[in-house]
């Protein structure tokens, strides 16, 4: 519970520190997915609860490509997220993802698929946060197979791939 309450506590802070203020977004006339395809991030939770390091590229504003390292563990993971509208001016989209990953446990790779849910919220600044929710299917998780994740990452400006 201890846990959860710092990831809770973590997002709220996120949000005030990089949110965009009220009156920029009451005209969006960019999408950010498309103005800022390259990013870097950190998840809290998800697949692993030691915080993970990760970057990502929009391949199209509604189709997302990630790779993600574990910090203190041994794990890899990749794989593409859809967003629901990206390609629309919307800083918030729904998200559906398909990963593939692998953990090394005592000298054996293990390999499974993380299938999250959850929604993103990208500022036009590039600041994101994001919250995630999804099963694991991994051969030595059997107890509990869903896990909550949140993300907090940046966007770089001048990578655009399309006006």
Sequence with gaps: ????????L???LAMSAFGQRIEDVDEIDANPRAERPLGVKML???FDFIPAVGVEYYVFPSLKFEADFGFLSSLFM?????????NRDKLGTFTLG???????DREMINDGWYFPVG????GLNGWLVAVEIGPLTHKDISAEPWFLGITVGHHFNGLKWRK
Excluded: N, P, W
């Design 1 to 8: 519970m201890k846990k959860f309450k710092i990831l809770v």
């Design 10 to 12: 973590s997002t709220v």
């Design 119 to 122: 929604f993103q919220y990208m």
């Design 78 to 86: 990749t794989g593409f997220q859809y967003h629901f509208l990206g």
């Design 98 to 104: 398909a990963h593939y990953l692998a953990l090394e």
């Design 44 to 46: 809290i939770g998800g």
